[in-house]
């Protein structure tokens, strides 16, 4: 009698880190993020729990695939005229695109980083805050912004601070193309702009 052949392990379809994020998305839009069961994502999927656990150690890792769509959508290609831009009109396109690519989750977003910031979940709290360092090294990088010493350290404080700021209008921003989020980081990047100037001016300014 043949040997009875073991069964073969069904391989996970292509694009599965995606689609963990997207149906993980979906749920929550329908239950809201706090409730969302890795266990009921991977039944939508008709994987197994163990396959996501491979891939996300948890349901935070996925919120942070999420949060990394953001950061590669304002890192993206930009005009070849690009440095010819005004520092903050850069500045102003690049947190924009990491707005608009969060946009059409705000809801959920904003839940996630609501629940990273639950008073249980302290092991969430220092990785914010170096994401949130990452993000703004990246975004001075991507932006051309080259200065070193004083001025790299204001400069760094300062997006930190008006990118948290931002970050507080648009969790709350229901207007027509996040219009609020737009005229709050102009003005703001205005404002820092000008206070740059002033405080950095060069010999014989």
């Known amino acids: 009698m043949a040997a009875k052949q073991p069964a073969r392990k069904r391989k996970p379809p292509a ?9 993980a998305l979906e749920e929550a839009e329908r239950v809201g993020w706090s409730e969302v069961q890795l266990s009921s994502v991977a039944a939508r999927l008709d994987i197994s729990l163990a396959e996501i656990e491979s891939r996300f150690r948890d349901k935070d890792a996925v919120a942070n695939a999420l949060f990394d769509r953001a950061w590669q959508a304002m890192l993206q290609p930009v005009a070849d005229d690009f440095a010819d831009w005004r520092a903050q009109d850069r500045l102003f396109f690049l947190l924009m695109r990491w707005f608009d690519a969060l946009a059409p989750h705000r809801t959920v977003a904003v839940e996630m980083l609501q629940d990273k910031l639950y008073p249980s979940h302290p092991h969430h709290w220092v990785p914010m805050i170096f994401n949130l360092s990452r993000t703004i090294h990246w975004l001075r990088d991507a932006a051309l912004l080259d200065a070193g010493g004083r001025r790299r350290q ?3 404080i300062g997006l930190s601070g008006l990118f948290l700021a931002t970050l507080r209008v648009w969790a709350r921003d229901d207007s027509d193309g996040q219009a609020r989020t737009r005229d709050y980081l102009e003005t703001r990047l205005s404002r820092a702009d000008r206070l740059m100037a002033r405080w950095f001016r060069g010999p014989g300014d």
């Open 15 to 23: 694009g599965i880190e995606k689609r963990i994020v997207d149906t």
């Open 154 to 156: 204001v400069e760094e």
